[in-house]
């Protein structure tokens, strides 16, 4: 959100098209750490849960050490493909160079970026919960400081790099801080150590985290889908307006994946002890807790659209406008988003991958790129913003259905 701001108030319309035509793909790449994360973390968990905290430890430093590796050969993939996706994506002139400048930038610390995603989960699990948030926010307040002065400051034609360089070096301390931290001798149960290669262990946390790799993944690749159909319908105007409502929904959204990451390592131990009655308690206070956040969120976000349209756009009235009648269909999914994110994140610390990833795949592909593909024939512009509503709303209803379907096995856990 922070480079938003300052791209798009700054550096320029084009420039914040390219940043917003760019970040799926680099989502992507960025995925690894995700899966070595929420996966691994519910393993770890599990594995204190049944008493064995040495093995614990040896499988927390497994997937730091494996993710790592996997982020640099990521980045290095991206770093050469860069222009052909963008090519792909619909960048043409300015708009293509400016995707590549901002891209590659990025992708020099996308390893600290990828250890960044990773330990938000594990310091959960290591039960230091707010240290993870105060790298969160150092991580934060470097980008603001960093882009306050070399967005602002430097010259037209290196706005945008000074935008991705501010980022790069926030995604870099984001994933140092917590490395240092679990390197050396500390106060959590978890330490950096020694380990082993076990592929079962990593076959393990990868099919575990299949769900929140198949959302991130589908969610970049329906982004692509949605910037094609953006240039189709309205151009750099329609990609601008999609960028903004992206960066503010980051913020509704991050409240429902900050809760599910966070009670995941919970729900695992407590499956790994065996503790039903507190799985139970949990899933009853989660789900009202949920309902009452989704409807102070969608009633903010009705309320604050204009103010946030114009904090981004507000010097382009026809931007402004656009971006204001999209986000307030936009923000009626956000009750159900938070449902369809927890549901997903529930079966996976329950080390349920299959049903996890299921719901992942038809929330975040199946119903996205089909509401994408056919609301817009009917209602044009507007159709791309409701289909995000149509398929939160399919998503939450099928969660439901596969609670039901799992009733049986459910009970003897919950």
Known sequence: M????????FAGKVAFSAVNLVMPFLMIVATVGFMFGTGGTAIVAHTFGVGNKEKANRYFSLFVYVAFVLGVIFAALGFALIRPISTLLGAKGELLENCIIYGRIILTTLPFFVLQLLFQSF????????????VMGVSGVTNMVLDAVLVILLPQKYKLAGAAIATALSQFIGGVIPLIYFSRKNSSILRLGKTSFDGKAILKACTNESSEFMSNISMSIVGMLYNLQLLKFA????IAAYGVMMYVSMIFSATFIGYSIGVAPVIAYHNGAGNHDELKGLLKKSIHLLGVSGIVMVTAAQLLAALLAQIFVGYDKELMDLTVSGFRIFAIAFPFMGFAIFGSGFFTALNDGLTSALI?????????????LLLPMI??????WVSIVVAEMMAVAFTAVFIIIKRKRLSSKI
């Open 2 to 9: 922070v480079d938003g701001f300052f791209v798009s108030n």
């Open 123 to 134: 310091f959960v699990a290591a039960e230091k919960p707010h240290l993870g948030l105060l």
């Open 235 to 238: 151009r750099e105007n329609g």
């Open 360 to 372: 992942s795949f038809l929330r975040t592909l199946v119903f996205q790129v089909s509401a994408v």
């Open 379 to 384: 209602w044009g512009i507007d159709g791309i």
